[in-house]
Each structure stands twice: as C-alpha cells, then as structure tokens.
C-alpha cells in the first residue's frame, strides 16, 4: 500500500480521538497546562495546528447540533478567538480523553478533569472532546489532511 494511503487508513483507527482547545483556554493563557495534562494523561500528539475557525466552518464542525437551542452562541463562541486542534492516540482514546475532561458543564466535572481545573461555563467549557470513534475520524479530517498526521 502506498506510505500516503496507509497514513489515511490509520487515521481510521479506534485509538485516536480529536480535541480542540477552545476560545476561552488559548485566550486565557492555558494552552500549555491542558496539552501538559493530556500528555501527563497517557496521551500521544498525532497532529496538532492552532488555528481561528469563522463562523461558518465552526457551523459546518458543529453542523450535529444544529437543531440545538444553543448552536447559534456555540458558533460564535467557538468562532470568537484562536483553538488549538488535534489528533490523540491512546488505547481507548475516545472514553479515556472524556474522562481526563470531565462533563461539559464544569460545575458537575470531576475534581481534576481538564475541565474542572480550567473551565468556566457550559459554553466557555475550554476543550472538546470527540464522542465516538466515527467522529474521531470525521473530525480529525476536518481539520488534518493524512499527510499532517504523524
Ligand atoms: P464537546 O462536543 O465540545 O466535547 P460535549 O460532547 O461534552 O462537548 P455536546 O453535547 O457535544 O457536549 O455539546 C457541544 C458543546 O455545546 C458543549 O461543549 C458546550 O460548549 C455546548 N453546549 C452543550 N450543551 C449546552 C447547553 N445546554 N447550553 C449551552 N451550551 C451547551
Ligand atoms: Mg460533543
């Protein structure tokens, strides 16, 4: 198989998830705490950028919740500031990176979840994480073409 379509065959893989650092986390200076606890937390960096998603690819990313009452503030929240996006590797990554985050709102994420430590609200909650290893993939696609995973 050539080296290009066995990295886009990995990226299938159901070790890996996706996250982003959010708006509020790069804008409050901790970009470096949270990728330290990721790593701290058994997590491999596959890829990573930090970008500024517009309101209409933070639309497109989060086009699942559309019927949502709080797309419309989850858009442009997430299109607000800078994120830093990212491919995860671990056995079980996408159950274990949810448990290293802790529940999308703060006030109920366990002591010491990424989002317990640097989250301030349900919206401003400071990381995604991926749902499922679908996902995982669709995600990380979104934002990683297969020659910048490594
Ligand atoms: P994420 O997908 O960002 O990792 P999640 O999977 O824990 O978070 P989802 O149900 O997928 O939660 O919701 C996506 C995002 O939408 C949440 O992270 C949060 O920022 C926002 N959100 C979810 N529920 C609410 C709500 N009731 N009010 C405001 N914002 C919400
Ligand atoms: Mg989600």
């Known amino acids: 198989m050539h080296p290009i379509l066995s990295k886009a065959k990995e990226n ?9 650092i959010k708006p509020d986390a790069t804008g409050n ?12 937390g058994g997590f491999t960096i596959k890829a990573m950028k930090y970008t500024h998603l517009t309101a209409e690819t933070a639309g497109a990313f989060y086009a699942v919740h559309k019927e949502r009452p709080f797309y419309n503030d989850l858009v442009s929240f997430m299109s607000s500031g800078p994120i830093v996006a990212a491919i ?8 274990d990176f949810r448990t290293l985050i802790g529940a999308t709102n703060p006030a109920e994420a366990a002591e010491g979840t990424i989002r317990a430590k640097y989250a301030k609200s349900i919206d401003a909650n400071a990381v995604h994480g991926s749902d499922s290893d679908d996902n995982a993939a669709i995600e990380g696609s979104f934002f990683f073409s297969a020659l910048e995973v490594h």
């Open 12 to 20: 299938m893989a159901t070790n890996r998830t996706f996250t982003m």
């Open 29 to 40: 200076g901790h970009i470096g705490s949270i990728l330290a606890d990721i790593i701290a």
């Open 88 to 95: 995860l590797e671990k056995d079980n990554a996408v159950a």
